[in-house]
């Protein structure tokens, strides 16, 4: 867990809550808006109904029409507009109900939000927030599992993150709705109902670091966002076997956090990373790229990808196929050579 | 002002009652105020009640189903049968059907097995059924995209000369994507033979339509793009019926796309996951009820005399036998093979894959290790 | 046939003549044709007048300059001038304009330096000038993209509760996209403060309005949002001026958006790099350059008795320091930077880039593999 | 160049002509329309002006408005629509005018055209051919040079290809259309213009395979689409400097030919790849990290990665300081250690 301290924030410090990540990302919606009334929140179904994973539940009653509202179905529309907002001074903040749904938006995001800083020779900048939950392992029917991690983090000019647990979750979206850039905040949405005791307003390590989430000498094993857990349980299982795997949360994919990574791997030699989307082209071959060009002569080994297969995110029957697991990973890392 | 220069604004302007043959209470509208369309045939419209009351039984089930947690989830359309059958029933066998998620009962309807319809809200493969068997396209989820394919669709028969019709099925919130727009666009511009329905259930998960628009119908939509459009009470399947007819035929017979709009309501929540007390009143949702589109329909049939006794056992009963079968078929486990993950994702064989089926392959035989090494050892 | 039920097809319907003020042969049309509308005071016409007179020599320098190989590229607004020129004019300084590539001379009208606008068809950075100060857009080229941030500008103008207007300049074909749809109906059901006028200028580069869409205008388009739209001439810069400045405050009081529609001709290429004999007739050219819009005003300005020679030879004189101002900063030798490109990424500083700037400048330095290797060695 | 043969086709073997590679592009198109009535064209500005590059010059003409057409002005519209075509039996051939407008059309790329084999249990193909002008080095103004494969090759579902020379470009469009999956055909806009001398019909090395397309023992240099031509004049250039480089065209970007690339990466012990794309998350990490997941114990350094900043694609004035060239190449093979 990352080292956890309290912030400045208009609403006060509570005592502890037992909070899931859900709650924690609607507390920091809340205490942004209080804080500051440049906030606006908008999107399908955020109002009334809190969004159809709550996670905007309350907002509407407490700020009203005017600054959380219900758009018209279509996000292009969402983002296109948040655009015009943010020129204006706003920041708004906006859910793309699932990640699939998230493409309408693509040409707003990669054209426009990602690129208005630079072609403006940085005269406007952007500070949206862009939250996306994404990937699987919740029984979801097609199209409602993508991890869309890759295309947002090829693409410059973007700044992408995804917590894994609730003190990350609300410290990380304050964060993100404060910065100047854009932000594609990415919610991992079979961790919502993940919960952790926090006092709020909580304040973790800064965005753009990684962490050591659990110290180890063997192996480095890269994850985040929805993989943290399985890889925090790869490592508790690899312990059993006589394995002694160091645990890196990413929390940022970009820009990636080189120093605390690569001191990692010159310190284990092996490294793995692990995440949902399909390995080919997806966000572990930067990973596993950058850190071979930047670590070479202190590798013992290739670093592995423990990822999704290569097709599409698999219908709820199929998942547990698809998903890595422990056994997975250790099987993987098994098959290094050992010496 | 001269009214042909200026698109005269709409914004404060009441919506039209909508089209309809049959009243709420069941009888028969005024020629006068029929849109110059007339009643079906009884016959026709008792094939209608039929399909609508069996659709009705199959839709509780399901949803009584999911509540027990058979299925993952079920987008209920309770009190949107007349829009459903009424769509399919105006298709001739070579038409396309390019259905949403909500349409599982118009599948119904052209004759898919419930299994089939079911398979993905149960968690399975997408769809059993064969596509072009059946020519229905798989339901769609991401909002009004499968407009565009039936666009192209029917634009492709029309190049081939065949006289293929597609139809599509498009919610009230749909409307505001842009690829509705792309699709009622190009269907225009190149006068494919297609016919939109849009059901107008007033909902788009929580947002009422007067947050998603602020046009007067749905219909109106048409005029933008040069077609015809029409504005339906959704819950008359007479209307429904004779409106969507119409714009087949005229599809058919070259006269290029239509836009129908049917009033209806959703009664059940989104899907089974969706808490509609938070976003409606109870009172709104009853008065739907009480306007109920197979009740309106039985009223006129009871009137004309069309419907027997014995027809209303007959289809009770259809509509039981259908209810065992879906009930039963729920009982079925799914089989299930891993190995299939990448048997579909390409035409092209491709040597990645096979590796990988190859790695799951050994994992499954609880040899996961060696298979992992496979490929390492292979290249060292 | 109730009439409100069916939304009337207008395929087959002609367009209405677009609303004027002041006819081809320069005199006013009488008050029973004029929709309503007046036209503005001789003062308003006469400034319209210098500013267009001016942005076209603008227009056809830059051409000129664009043939020479001065410019990468110039789409030329030539023959537009009484839309782009109207629409700027009916702002008042707190207002935003979203304009798109073809909109040069309104960034002009509006103040913008000729070595501003024309930095990026030079080849750089995109614009020079302050957008927040201009309160313009950079030039948008994903077509219809920046209509949505028209809205979005102007629904946090309202938020604010300040009396701040955007409008935006659309071309016809981008009225096909997705993004115009959306900001259609994003406008209207917010009742943003935004104006939309799409400059038709029957090309889409060499797709022509029938191919674009079926609609009889696109203004018509208007009631399938429930906004007011207005078809108008753009060609009479009298018309153009009061139906935006009348949108234009109808937004600014709380009345919504407006879709304006300006039915004018691109006289020009789409750009340099286009070759329209491929697609269009030169006869066809020709006619629309008979209906000038500088022309049309100076007539009825001249039979007003508003245009002294005196007055002409001074908007010929100011057009022509233009003109000499536009040559010479194209002798001006951009001063280019290539660490810049590092500058503006991102607000918040990377170490990546930091370290590609470091490789970059090294490499300028001549010292590349120093530099390139750098990184490698500090990490081993 | 890849081994050339001539293909059947109902158009006949013509004699050889200096051909660039737009035309060659359009001449595949032409016989493949010859040869298969089902085969359609459409996009923005195909029809009488034969596209902005003139890829569809004459095609109008010679086929007519029913199989050769102007579509409205919408991305979506296009690849939408081509779907539903497919779904009836034709071949659609569609264009995106450049590189970043197919973004509008990116949710029925990745949710339609990329997933409808899979989610219909393959009962369903879509034999579609979306072309997409792609990269820069032709002076474009902004949105104009966008090189978007990490995109597609991140979509499982796509098969994504680049062709680098006029006899590709014929054989592999021609194969393209012929095939029943979906390909996403790169077309290296500033290679338009480049000339070869050929007989048409030809035929190459068949899509998914790489190509070698220079020998050499201390390198790989490995490069597609655009930067095919500055691989090969930096083995031009690394000749008179002592360096033996092997210059690898990938020609398909997915799947990616393991085989050939693999065994010469294990001849040379050595690898870098070339792009235009940015860096971060680029294709060229997926290159990367595959190579060294496989052939490890066969590297004596690390795969380098030699492409456009972590930026959006530049303006004109400044792209010459963005794109990799030999120079820079071989600056960066430099900073291996070589023993
Ligand atoms: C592109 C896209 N955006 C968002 C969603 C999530 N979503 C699923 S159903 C729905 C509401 C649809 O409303 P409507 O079109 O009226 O159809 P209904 O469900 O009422 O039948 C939403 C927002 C989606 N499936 N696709
Ligand atoms: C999303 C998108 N698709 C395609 C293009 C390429 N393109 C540039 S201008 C143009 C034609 C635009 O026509 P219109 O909207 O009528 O504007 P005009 O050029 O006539 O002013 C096209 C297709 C683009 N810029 N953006
Ligand atoms: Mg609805
Ligand atoms: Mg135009």
Known sequence: ?339 | MSLNVESTPLTAVLAPPPLRLIDDSGNAVLDSESGGFVLPPIETLLGLYRQMVVARRFDVQVTALTRQGRLATYPSALGQEACEIAAVAALAPQDWLFPTYRDSIALLARGVEPKDILASFRGDWHSGYDYQQHRIAPQATPLATQALHAVGLATAAKLKRDDTVALTLLGDGATSEGDAHEAFNFAAVWQAPVVFVVQNNQFAISVPLDKQMACRTIADKAIGYGMPGFYVDGNDAAAMYAVVSAAVDRARNGGGPTLIEGLTYRIEAHTNSDDPTRYRKTADVDLWRSRDPIERLEKYLIAQGALSNDERADIAAAAETLAATTRECMTEQAVVDPLELFEHVYATPRTALAEQRAFLAAELDGDAEASAGENEKSTR
């Open chain 1, 1 to 339: 867990m990352s080292p956890q301290q309290t912030l400045e924030t208009g609403t006060g410090v509570r005592a502890p809550e037992n909070l899931t990540l859900a709650a924690a990302l609607n507390a920091a919606i809340r205490d942004a808006m209080v804080d500051d009334p440049t906030v606006v929140l908008f999107g399908e179904d955020v109002g009334p109904l809190g969004g159809v994973f709550r996670v905007t539940d309350g907002l509407y009653a407490e700020f009203g029409e005017t600054r959380v509202s219900d758009s018209p179905l279509a996000e292009a529309g969402i983002v296109g507009t948040a655009i015009g907002m943010a020129m204006y001074g706003l920041r708004p903040v906006v859910e793309m109900q699932f990640d699939a749904f998230s493409y309408p938006a693509f040409q707003q995001i990669v054209s426009h939000v990602a690129k208005m800083r630079n072609r403006t020779r940085g005269k406007v900048s952007l500070p949206i927030v862009i939250r996306i939950p994404y990937a699987g392992d919740i029984g979801g029917v097609e199209h409602h599992s993508d991890s869309s991690e890759a295309y947002w983090t090829a693409t410059p000019g973007l700044t992408v993150v995804s917590p894994s647990n609730p003190a990350d979750a609300y410290s990380m979206l304050r964060e993100a709705i404060a910065s100047d850039d854009p932000v594609i905040f990415m919610e991992p949405k079979s961790r919502y109902w993940s919960k952790a005791s926090l006092a709020l307003p909580v304040q973790t390590e800064p965005l753009n670091r990684a962490v050591v989430l659990r110290e180890g000498s063997d192996v480095t094993l890269i994850a985040y966002g929805p993989t943290v857990k399985t890889a925090l349980a790869t490592a508790e299982q690899g312990l059993a076997e006589g394995l002694s795997i160091e645990v890196i949360d990413l929390r940022t994919l970009s820009p990636f956090d080189d120093e605390t990574v690569g001191a990692s791997v010159r310190k284990t030699g092996r490294a793995a990373i692990v995440h949902e989307a399909a390995q080919f082209g997806g966000y572990g071959a930067e990973v596993a790229a950058r850190l071979t060009e930047r670590n070479f002569f202190y590798l013992a080994a290739p670093i592995l990808r423990i990822t999704g297969f290569d097709i599409p995110y698999p219908s709820p029957k199929l998942e547990e196929y698809f998903l890595p697991t422990p056994d997975r990973i250790l099987a993987a890392l098994s098959t290094w050579e050992w010496s």
